[in-house]
T-cell receptor
Framework: AQTVTQSQPEMSVQEAETVTLSCTYD???????LFWYKQPPSRQMILVIR??????QNATENRFSVNFQKAAKSFSLKISDSQLGDTAMYFC????????????FGKGTRLHILP | DAGVIQSPRHEVTEMGQEVTLRCKPI?????LFWYRQTMMRGLELLIY????????DSGMPEDRFSAKMPNASFSTLKIQPSEPRDSAVYFC????????????FGPGTRLTVL
């Protein structure tokens, strides 16, 4: 089965620290898309960042950046200068294939930012 | 734009009853997705539509589940009869054309079947 694995069910860090969330996946495709979604306590799913597998450069969005290691099938999310509002569930996800409409989600990592 | 609208936000029903969840996608979006979220299984895609046509329903767990999209601005997910194991949060999401465009999620419907 083609899966997305998030090995850290839960993490806690102090405000202003940097935290890295891990994600590995299984695929036989060469081109695909990867995503990190955030789900705060409000339950609203929000796209944080997106990476195209054929691009070497790691995507960044303000305090959020990824470390994409294609050969290792690894896609970690780094949050710099963490804020209380970053407290949420974070889901790693990927498309099954480049032109696939479907997204496969990991089980999520619950992140607590402590004051 | 109001975003994806789902109703109801919470539903509590008894086993055997019919449950209908509703979704209004963002205007102009031509893809609509139904997901189910549970602690055990995470976020699962149930079915998705493109231009009101069901494209893939392989995630629908059983014949008790059905989904329709009669027009571009409305979709329903029906469970009949409902069972306690159907208790979950059901999300609707829409997107403009296909992935990798962002899927915009609704607030979800928390369903509890007693």
């Amino acid at each position: 089965a083609q899966t997305v694995t998030q090995s850290q069910p839960e993490m806690s860090v102090q405000e202003a620290e940097t935290v890295t969330l891990s994600c590995t996946y299984d695929t036989s495709e060469n081109n695909y898309y990867l995503f990190w979604y955030k789900q705060p306590p409000s339950r609203q799913m929000i796209l944080v960042i997106r990476q195209e597998a054929y691009k070497q450069q790691n995507a960044t969005e303000n305090r959020f950046s990824v470390n994409f290691q294609k050969a290792a099938k690894s896609f970690s999310l780094k949050i710099s200068d963490s804020q209380l509002g970053d407290t949420a569930m974070y889901f790693c996800a990927r498309t099954q294939a480049f032109r696939d409409d479907k997204i496969i989600f990991g089980k999520g990592t619950r992140l607590h930012i402590l004051p | 734009d109001a975003g994806v609208i789902q109703s109801p936000r919470h539903e509590v029903t008894e086993m055997g009853q019919e449950v209908t969840l509703r979704c209004k996608p963002i205007s102009g979006h031509d893809y609509l997705f139904w997901y189910r979220q549970t602690m055990m299984r995470g976020l699962e895609l149930l079915i998705y539509f493109n231009n009101n046509v069901p494209i893939d329903d392989s995630g629908m767990p059983e014949d008790r589940f059905s989904a329709k999209m009669p027009n571009a601005s409305f979709s329903t997910l029906k469970i009949q009869p409902s069972e306690p194991r159907d208790s979950a949060v059901y999300f609707c999401a829409s997107s403009l054309t296909s992935v990798p465009n962002e899927q915009f999620f609704g607030p979800g419907t928390r369903l509890t079947v007693l």
